[in-house]
């Protein structure tokens, strides 16, 4: 029963997240006060790896959401289809903005951070899968 649970999960889990690259050695030294870098954002679920991006500017709300309808929407339409599907960033502040939650709803993506994967796939898998799991 666990193998089909784990299955379960890959099959409606897509994760995002983004890590920040320096650019140049200067970047290693404690005295590089403004080091030139770019973040790299990616998202990947148990279906494959999805649309990649690298963003040259901070992430703030408006960013995260242009970021979402442009390299997100495509993956979950090319991996999901219709299906239903649970989407898991790291939960960074402009990860929760409002403009962001509405934006999500929209679309009916539902969406956990980080840490809350356990609890969200209890209540979110349908009642035959939930009811046989072992917790």
């Known amino acids: 029963m666990r193998n089909k649970w784990a299955e379960t999960?890959?099959?409606v889990f897509i994760f995002s997240n983004e890590s920040q690259i320096c650019i140049g050695q200067d970047c290693l030294?404690?005295?590089c006060t403004f080091p030139q870098s770019l973040?790299?954002?990616g998202c990947m679920s148990g279906k494959g790896?999805?649309?990649m991006a690298v963003i040259t500017s901070s992430i703030n709300a408006q960013v995260y959401?242009?970021?979402l309808d442009t390299f997100l929407i495509p993956s979950i339409e090319r991996m999901f289809g219709d299906d239903d599907i649970v989407y898991q960033d790291d939960n960074a502040s402009c990860h929760r903005a409002?403009?962001?939650k509405t934006f999500l709803e929209e679309r009916r993506i539902e969406k956990v951070g980080a840490g809350l994967m356990k609890?969200?796939?209890c209540h979110s898998l349908s009642p035959w899968l939930r009811d046989s799991m072992l917790l």
């Open 9 to 11: 999960i890959v099959d």
């Open 29 to 31: 030294k404690k005295t």
């Open 39 to 41: 973040t790299i954002w």
């Open 49 to 51: 790896t999805g649309e």
């Open 65 to 67: 959401v242009d970021m």
């Open 98 to 100: 409002k403009t962001v």
């Open 119 to 121: 609890s969200t796939v």
